[in-house]
């Protein structure tokens, strides 16, 4: 028989579909070709080789030419034969899943909708503003600089984002240095000097903005550093740091129900803080500031401080009631007279006023909490002319606030159906619930000592202080605060009369009444410097003191589970839960989990196990589960 005859006629006709195949063999009238499917064609017959044959080295095209020769007739032959394609199908086909049919129930969803607008505190981010200042052509030359403080100011304080922003947003401001440094020369016989300098400063700050939504951005000086490159040139560097909040008006649909369908629900009562208003509003000042008797009388002012400290506020329907206290500190020249000559000397004034402040708002009912803020770069101090000595103050004093409601909403935070599989989406949204807040006042003592270098501490000509840092805890049921407040001085030596500067940190620590100790609460504190002093107590030896106000609020932070677009999930596989079974909770068992995966009810569970009603599932306990 030639190799053409092995092959059976029946392999050389086209494959059978499976359902052609099913067909014949329920009718049993033909052949089934199926178990060959698996035929291989037999390779062809090996051809040997003789002793007297040729070589394939001596004859190689020889060879080669009757391999390929056999190797066209196996292909020629081989080509109507599809077995191995029909294998690979099979190998590669699988078993067809019952189809799954989903039904959206969107048109039958009942939703409740929520407008509220929320603020979160973004990352904060830093900005480093260096640049060499210039000695002023009408200021001395520079020896030595004694101290530099202060405050920085942004052209825009709120940004509207666009909707869904995500990129950079421009920062934009400047940061106002008070440099006191002492002259190579000293002029009237004033030991030091003082320049006034504005550094700009830009950032592209990433952010990523909900829809419909505003930024407001605080600038806080973090650092002050500066090194002398000649006497009339010095390079300051200063760290800002901003804090940024964010304020979206979201539009939440919360899940209720089914139209035509019982639902198993699961509900959880989340509090939310919505900002209920903002408003903003100045108030103007006109204030003398009276020297004390025996002070120098003032010729010119070398650097102020202001400080605004909130003492009260009462919060009604109509209206918002804020009184503070407005602290100020003057370094100044004065004039003294010396065997007839009048010179310039160098004083320290500090003072304060108060001012209270009548903010109207629509009638806002239920207020949980407020927040306030003051902008003081408007004001300005004088030296008073006329006959009383002295200063003025005068200018507006910016106010804002912000009126915090707390809303109580149920959520649906899980569902199911007790005959029908269902599926949902969902998302999740940040909010903050404010559980409350508290003010105290503490006080920072530190003994500074003057050191030998120096010899004796004469005068003090000045003091100033700023926090270094701060940070804020639960423990015991309340909230600690504490820091660091970095103190300063300017004395004068009683040895060359030569300035000097002291600086010394002064650590404090307050406890505030906030029993909302959660894993998921978050402090917010806030520490200000209302008045700083000092006594001294000898040559060597300066008491400085700091009085500070502190405030802390407690803010429960979680993420809310929003339910949307409910399906029903039919498929002919899926198997129905037993009627009947014992089941044993594991440890992450919930009474829940075990309703929704057997299609049965909490209370059900319940009244069969004779539970209590607030009573959950432990682990091990054997329930009796009917359907």
Known sequence: MTYEEKIPDFALQPAKSEDADLDKQENNDEFDPTPYDRLLVPEPPEIKKENGDISEENNPTEEEKRKETVKEESEEKADPIIF??????????????????????????????????????????????????????????LLTILSMSGNAYLSEQE????????????????????????????????????????????????ISASPISYTSIRPEIEKIEYTVINERKFRAKITVKLFMKEYAEKHLKLFDSLRNEKLELLKETVSISHIAARKEDSIEISEDLHLKDGSLRPSKILNTDIRI??????????????????????LYAGEDVEEGEIYERTAFFQGKTDFT?????????????????????DLEIKITEGTEDGFSISGNIHTSVELLRNIEKEIVSDLYHNTKDTTYDCSEEKVEAILGSSRSETTAREIFHIPEKYGNAEKILYINGMIKEKKSRFEGGKVIVEGILTGEILCLSEENRKPFAVRQDLPFRSSLELPHNRDNVKIESNVEIRELWFDKINDKQVEVNASLQIEATAIEEKNIKLIKNPCFVENDSNKRPSSMVIYIARKEDSLWNIAKKYKTGVDTIRKINQMQDNEDVKENMRLLIVK
Not at 122 to 133: G, S, Y
Not at 316 to 321: C, D, L, P
């Open 159 to 206: 940004i509207q984002a666009e909707q869904g922003e995500s990129g950079n947003i421009r920062v934009t401001g400047e940061v106002s240095i008070h440099t006191i440094y002492i002259p190579q020369k000293e002029e009237n016989k004033d030991p030091i000097a003082v320049i006034q300098s504005r550094l700009p400063f830009k950032k592209d700050w990433p």
């Open 357 to 377: 402040q009548f903010i109207l708002i629509d009638k806002e009912k239920e207020i949980s909490g407020s927040r306030v803020t003051f902008n003081d770069q």
């Open 309 to 330: 400290v909130e003492n009260h506020r009462q919060v009604t329907e109509e209206k918002i009631v804020i009184n503070a206290n407005l602290w100020v500190d003057v």
């Open 84 to 141: 191995k394609e029909k294998e690979k199908e099979k190998i590669e086909k699988k078993p067809i899943a019952d189809p799954m049919r989903i039904t959206p129930l969107s048109a039958s969803c009942v939703y409740n909708d929520l407008n509220i607008c929320t603020v979160c505190q973004n990352e904060d981010t830093k900005i480093v503003v260096e640049e060499d200042v210039l000695v002023p052509d009408v200021k001395p030359d």
